[in-house]
């Protein structure tokens, strides 16, 4: 134990003493989750639109005015034919156009069917598909009650659960947590044993008492404390900056991110292991690990829209679990009787490594 601690010590001092390896490990943090919070949001806010009132009654008029007071859109723009709505478009000064009928005050007041015509901006799909999404919520909010009595007496009442102001927070901070941990846990940990190797200090621990799961240990308790700490600052970041409470239970969710934070760990040691050089470390760090937690574990893309093989290769990306356990933990409330599954596929992808990190590591320089 003696040992250990002194190994454990001689890592703290290589760490700590590289003040700019210091402000990237707190720093970038920070900077992720003020990114994905606010600058990268997938909240629609004062999109510009234009309306085209070929109606032109006061009930028209009150639809405008509430549609402008909103917070997701910005009338920008009064037209006065369609020929102007398309050139509005091609200039992109408006995302979207609603069209108010001729006749509609009419039809509404005699419960005939109305419609009122949306065209949006198809160049991006995802934020077309968005304002659509905002604008019909708000046309029914405004209408429904009205027009759907005089066909069926059904009215539809809409609940966003988690998350009724759609905000973006709550989607982007637990893939946020994934990625900075997984980013920082293996590529610190990736140089930790190369590094031995480039400074050849790698003979006095081969000729040493310890044992290869000893100086395992040693290179990975100083990042995953950092890592516990980093957690804590990101968890305080998204309740204070972001608004988004923590709704299950917190103790639980650290346990989960320790499971995690290990698995990283021992991932990044590994491919120390298994390369001689820190460029090459980082490298695969960067490209087998950062990129597949992009686009396979559920945070940018949804899995479920991927083809087959990719879905079962996403399987093995141990942020996907984590990241679904966050989703669960921290927004829905969920306990463990949820996600004992995904904390059980953690743990063993973290012995897994554990041992093979273990039967990898040479005792012998080449």
């Known amino acids: 134990m003696k040992q250990l601690l002194i190994f454990v010590q001689k890592e703290f001092y290589h760490v700590l003493r590289d003040k700019r390896t210091l402000l990237i490990l707190f720093g970038m943090p920070v900077v992720q989750v003020l990114l994905f919070g606010f600058a990268l949001s997938t909240e629609v806010k004062n999109t510009k639109i234009g309306i ?39 200039g992109g000064e408006i995302k979207m156009i609603l069209v108010i009928p001729q006749q ?9 069917k109305t419609q009122l015509q949306l065209i949006t901006d198809g160049t991006d799909i995802n934020l077309a598909n968005q304002i659509y999404n905002f604008m019909s919520n708000i046309l029914m909010d405004y209408y429904g009650q009205r027009t759907l ?25 637990p893939g946020v947590m994934a990625l900075i941990l997984l980013i920082i846990c293996v590529l610190m940990t990736a140089v930790a044993i190369v590094r031995e190797k480039e400074s050849g200090t790698m003979e006095v621990l081969l000729v040493s008492p310890m044992k290869p799961s000893t100086i395992i240990l040693a290179k ?12 804590i600052s990101i968890m305080i970041l998204s309740v204070t900056l972001l608004d988004l409470p923590i709704k299950g239970n917190l103790i639980l969710l650290f346990l989960v991110s320790t499971i995690f934070i290990i698995t990283n760990l021992l991932l990044g040691i590994l491919i120390s292991i298994l390369t001689d050089t820190q460029q090459v470390a980082m490298l695969i760090s960067l490209v087998g690990t950062m990129l597949p937690t992009l686009m396979l574990s559920g945070f940018m893309f949804p899995i479920e829209n ?9 399987n093995l990306i141990p942020a996907k679990w984590y990241y679904e356990i966050v989703k669960n933990v921290m927004i829905k409330g969920t306990g463990l009787e949820v996600i004992w599954k995904q904390t059980l596929i953690l743990f063993a992808m973290m012995a897994l490594l554990f041992v093979i990190a273990v039967k990898k590591f040479k005792v012998r320089l080449e």
């Open 52 to 90: 085209l009132d070929q109606d032109k009654t006061q009930i028209s008029a009150e639809l405008i005015s509430k549609i402008n007071a909103n917070q997701y859109f910005d009338v920008d723009k009064n037209l006065k034919s369609i020929n102007q709505a398309e050139n509005s478009f091609k």
């Open 104 to 112: 509609f005050t009419e039809n509404l007041i005699l419960g005939k």
């Open 149 to 173: 009595q005089s066909f069926s007496g059904v009215q539809p009442e809409i609940h966003m659960l988690y998350n009724p102001q759609l905000k973006g927070a709550p989607n982007f901070v």
């Open 220 to 231: 990975a308790i100083p990042y995953f404390i950092l890592s516990m700490v980093i957690l």
């Open 306 to 314: 991927m083809p087959l093989p990719l879905q079962l290769i996403s």
